[in-house]
């Protein structure tokens, strides 16, 4: 079993592969988990790569590894990308178009552009990105993404898994090891939050926002509880606690909403047709029968809609409540903007305080575009007309349009019966029953990012001197790649970590690299004080010296003169060195003119 965990800053979905993890080695069976050392130069969590959340990342996924039963092997996220992979990275285009350009791009059959916009518009709360104006995140993130396809389709070349675990499968890096999986034919499961925040659910082969495979096990939840005395009870709590402000998988949207509360304009004489919006940045780059079944988008579909309306249903007035979740600057105004010519319609922005259940009470019928509400309304009683796909589509529990002319004929038409109740409560059955309890992870909230949710008996808090300690135990495990990949970052983060500087020092020496070595001593002395850098030097200068002897006696004589005199410049500045300083120093003048030199001769 594979566990594909890059992101572990992310709680409590990170907990959730260790979770998968933990399950399959109390089953007996061989695990091993993919995470990541800061190798990403971007991820959905940390688009620009600020070493601080790296540190914080690296620290929770050190120590929940370390949680495991046993000690797991562990992957690199992009350790498997060979020379050939870098060429072609560095070919990736850097510049695109426009968005729908973005958008169409592929790498190898993955759709990058897609997963990579995904990333991009969730990230900032909004469906629309200048291409140019955000070319450089763009290109990290299409990198990004692209290197952990290639590393991730190395990976499973290279030995034979029964199953890879994903989180979401949506974002850049995660659809990334998603394409991979169905490329090379090896079974893939997405997980996501369950049915509340004590539970999680996997999805077999697809991602949780793919609406045909959801709408499948919502039937079959049904079919097998079918009978039970609890089902509809169960069903009917669903709806019964969305209204009630109740908090089960994630925040309540319309928690901050004053109950009974209507707009200004209400009692106006009128047909009352309530327009609830979905969120679109959530599925704006899913792909699929996801959104755009008739209209491209909800701002333009609500312009064309209310125009039609003026003339063929004068006496209809649309309420539009944007969705409470799209509070973004650049929605708000995008809604504002398409809707202030239009005198029969009523704006009603995410962050007001009128009930979004008053409105679907008073409604004489609702329409939206997939929200929720929608099978919600059903269930109140009230007529639901659904513009686009929906998680509920097929169930006889809306009026589902197949064009314009049917959706206009809905909306003008003088009577229309609510769909029965009924057919509602599958789909609350499902979504109030769904997922699997944890049984190695604990927690009492839908989200803690003060981490004090404990994964076998341990909170995976970020802790800068428990990640020292590890490094260290890293190095002395003999896992000198990752090792010097993490001390990097925390010399970066921590300039004056002298713990640091010598893991990195030591580390590239153990992987041969001497002239990365003799660099990385030469950074430290610049960020250290004098003291700090005596420690670095009693850890790391007799492995260096060792190092330069061999590459003395094996590489090129310019090289060794080059390395010696400036490693010998870093001893100089300390007293305690300052005479294998000058010896190494007098040595590098010689270099070229005497024999090999030996080992001993600078001790």
Sequence with gaps: MLVYAPLAFSTPHFETDLEIAQRHLDLGDQVELVLCDAELPSCQLNPLHETQRCIQCVSRSLQGAAQLARAVPIHGALRALAPDDLARLAGLPRKFADQEALRRYCFDGFDAGLAALSSLIDFARAVTLDTKLHAAVIHRTIYSAVAAFLAFKRLLAASRYDRVYIYNGRWSVMRAAVRACEQLGVPYYTHERGSDFRKFALYRDSLPHEKTAFRDRTK?????????????????????????????????????????????????????????????????????????????????????????????????????????????PATVQRWTEATVSLSNVTLIRPDEKTDSYALLEGADRVLTFGSTIGIEATYWGRPAICGDFSFYDGLDAQYEVANEEELLDLLCRAELPPKPREHALRYGYYLNTFGDPFQHFVTEQISDYEFKSPFRGHCLRPDYDDLRKRLIDLFQKGEFVRSADIARLMADFNPGDDAAHSVLVLGLIRLGATKDAVHALESAAAKLTLPQLELVLKNTASPLLDALMRHANTGEPGDFKTLARRTGSVLLRTPTFMAIGQKLSAMADRAGHTSPVRPQAVH
Excluded: C, M
Aim: a positive charge; proline letters at 6%.
């Design 220 to 328: 079959a939840a049904w079919a097998h509880a079918a009978g039970h005395p609890q089902t509809v009870p169960l069903a009917e709590a669903f709806f019964l606690e969305r209204r009630q402000r109740v908090e089960k998988s994630w925040f309540s949207h319309v928690k901050q909403q004053e109950a009974g509360r209507t707009p200004a304009d209400w009692d106006r004489a009128a047909r009352r047709l309530v327009f609830f919006t979905s969120s679109e940045f959530e599925f704006a780059a899913i792909g699929g029968n996801t959104v755009g079944k008739i209209y491209p988008d909800q701002v333009g579909a609500l312009r064309r809609i209310a125009q039609l309306l003026a003339t063929r249903s004068p006496a209809t007035h649309l309420w539009v409540r944007v969705h409470p979740n799209d509070k973004s």
